[in-house]
């Protein structure tokens, strides 16, 4: 199950940090078509958070065909956003964990990396729909 954490200062919404969270899940294979979200009981114990805030995130998930809510059951994962295999992740993790060792060792920092990492998938995504 996915354990949720807010950034209280990072400017987004609540309810747009649980979505992005969850979306991130499903991409990376941590939560699957059948999986049952936390309750918004759960939610709101764990981030002391308001409980219309969970249910705003999760109507949203349901919106975009991402989950499905059962009436006295909970939230369950309608499907998943990641078609890739867990071995073609999990070797595209290791590859891009040494990227980041090497970069290290250049002198990156994590800015210097991520705005790498932007410029080149910017222009990867560019020349594709070209």
């Not at 609540?14 to 009981?41: I, S, W």
């Not at 409980?51 to 975009?64: F, Q």
């Not at 090497?102 to 920092?109: M, S, Y």
């Amino acid at each position: 199950m996915i354990e949720f954490h807010l950034d209280r200062g990072s400017g987004v919404a609540t309810y747009l940090q649980l979505v992005h969270q969850v979306r991130h899940a499903l991409r990376l294979g941590a939560l699957r078509p059948g999986d049952r979200l936390p309750t918004a009981k759960e939610v709101v114990a764990q981030l002391t958070i308001n409980p219309n805030t969970v249910l705003k995130a999760y109507r949203e998930l349901e919106r975009e065909g991402l989950v499905v809510g059962r009436p006295g059951l909970g939230t369950f994962v309608e499907r998943s956003l990641g078609e890739t295999s867990m071995s073609d992740r999990m070797r595209l993790r290791a590859e891009l964990v040494q990227w980041v060792r090497n970069g290290r060792q250049a002198g990156l920092d994590q800015e210097d990396m991520q705005a790498l990492v932007a410029t080149v998938l910017g222009d990867t995504f560019r020349e594709e729909i070209a």
